[in-house]
């Protein structure tokens, strides 16, 4: 079987940029070529990731109940760029079981980390991080502070198509109530500005 006189590699191809076989094939070349494969791959793979907003919350379980149940967000798969302790998983802060006894090496539990926080998908390539930390509002609404406009305004309207009762007290920054089904009022609020 040939290869069709298209497909072969000329050396006036290499010659174009300046570069000699034996430039492409050496120690260097090879390297600069694995190098420009590796960032290729990875602005593929960063490029292709989707875009996440996070908000903090004051009650994880309160918020859990929101955006499951009024909104109904699909609960999402943490994004590869965004998985926690990954030094760990490699056994960076770990003890090394070959230097351990036998009898500690069995005591010994690495379990599999686990993403704190909630994962939803708020369209596509978009997803919503919900974490703990914010502190409780007026009258002691519950709390959930964005740092991104565009992510509250994506849910208001969500909460606005669902017809769920709401007060936008404020245009800039962002901050509105919301009344779940539960009767327990949250307060969104755009944070940074």
Not at 75 to 94: F, S
Not at 125 to 150: E, K, M, T, W
Not at 178 to 185: E, F, H, I
Request: hydrophobic share 45%; proline share 5%; aromatic share 10%.
């Amino acid at each position: 079987m040939s290869i069709p006189n298209s497909m072969t590699l000329h050396p006036l191809m290499f010659a174009i940029f300046g570069l000699s076989l034996d430039t492409i094939f050496s120690t260097q070349g090879i390297m600069v070529l694995l190098l420009m494969a590796y960032g290729g791959a990875m602005w593929m793979f960063l490029s292709s990731a989707p875009k996440v907003h996070t908000i903090m919350v004051s009650d994880l379980e309160i918020a859990r109940q929101f955006y499951e149940g009024d909104l109904e967000l699909a609960v999402a798969d943490v994004p590869l760029q965004y998985y926690y302790n990954y030094e760990q998983t490699l056994g960076a802060t770990t003890i090394d079981p070959l230097y351990m006894a036998p009898s500690t090496f069995a005591r010994v539990a690495n379990p599999a980390p686990v993403p704190d926080g909630l994962w939803y998908q708020l369209k596509k390539n978009v997803q919503l991080h919900v974490i703990a930390g914010a502190s409780l509002g007026d009258r002691n609404h519950q709390r959930h502070v964005c740092f991104d406009r565009d992510c509250l305004e994506q849910i208001l309207l969500r909460i606005q198509v669902r017809g769920i009762r709401h007060k936008i007290r404020q245009e800039l920054p962002l901050n509105f109530l919301v009344k779940d089904w539960s009767g327990r009022t949250l307060e969104l609020t755009e944070a940074g500005q």
